[in-house]
Nanobody, 125 residues
């Protein structure tokens, strides 16, 4: 079992930045890939980006590529989502997710077995 807790959300003006954190606890000795998803009101949860266990593979959705950066700190069992040049359409609840893996990055909601509670990001125009 892995428990995930997101933090760092908030209200920011368009063009601003936020950094989300996802702290993992529990069975963190196993290898797992991490993903970030978001869900806006009335919309399906969508993939934002993901990082493999090794960190060698990182994927982003086209909507955030070039603006968002994922990184992980193994010593702290924490994954980060640095969000720059935020737009009002980035407004959503952001979730981190984990799945046991080796070298892959996963992009589908159903591929992840562990989820955080979510953190709200609101970008004002």
């Amino acid at each position: 079992q892995v428990q995930l807790v997101e933090s760092g959300g908030g209200l920011v003006q368009a063009g601003g930045s936020l950094r989300l954190s996802c702290a993992a606890s529990g069975r963190t000795d196993s290898r797992y890939a991490m993903g970030w998803f978001r869900q806006a009101p009335g919309k399906e949860r969508e993939f934002v980006g993901g990082i493999s266990w090794s960190g060698d593979n990182i994927y982003y959705s086209d909507s955030v590529k070039g603006r968002f950066t994922i990184s992980r700190d193994y010593a702290k069992n924490t994954v980060y989502l640095q969000m720059n040049s935020l737009k009002p359409e980035d407004t959503a609840v952001y979730y981190c997710a984990a799945t046991y893996s080796s070298g892959r990055v996963y992009e589908r909601v159903y591929e992840y077995g562990y989820w955080g509670q979510g953190t709200q990001v609101t970008v004002s125009s």
